[in-house]
Nanobody, 127 residues
Framework: QVQLVESGGGLVQPGGSLRLACSAA????????MGWFRQAPGKERDVVAT????????YYADSIKGRFTSSRDNDKTTRYLQMNSLNPEDTAVYYC????????????????????WGQGTQVTVSS
């Protein structure tokens, strides 16, 4: 059973920053594409960012381009989402997800493509 554990959420003022982390007990970590998704109350779960197993193929939603950065540390089997210039529209529960890929250089922005999900971490941007 694949287990994903998120951390790093919280309350931040507009313009502030947070870094989310997702620890993944999967092997080999390099064959798992990882995704960050978020879901605000009353809305669908949307993609935020994804990253390939190799770490060099990334995707970012238009709404967060230039503000959020996705990275991964394959040695620590952890991926990160650095979130800067946060605004109230970023308020949501953020989920980490993983999917096995035969190639280390693919990823997907579709939630249904991911087999494994974390429990979610709340991010609230408010003054």
């Amino acid at each position: 059973q694949v287990q994903l554990v998120e951390s790093g959420g919280g309350l931040v003022q507009p313009g502030g920053s947070l870094r989310l982390a997702c620890s993944a007990a999967v092997r080999p970590f390099s064959h798992y594409a990882m995704g960050w998704f978020r879901q605000a109350p009353g809305k669908e779960r949307d993609v935020v960012a994804t990253i390939s197993g190799s770490g060099d193929i990334t995707y970012y939603a238009d709404s967060i381009k230039g503000r959020f950065t996705s990275s991964r540390d394959n040695d620590k089997t952890t991926r990160y989402l650095q979130m800067n210039s946060l605004n109230p529209e970023d308020t949501a529960v953020y989920y980490c997800a993983a999917k096995w890929t035969s190639s280390t250089r693919v990823t997907s922005s579709t939630p249904t493509a991911y087999n494994y999900w974390g429990q979610g971490t709340q991010v609230t941007v408010s003054s």
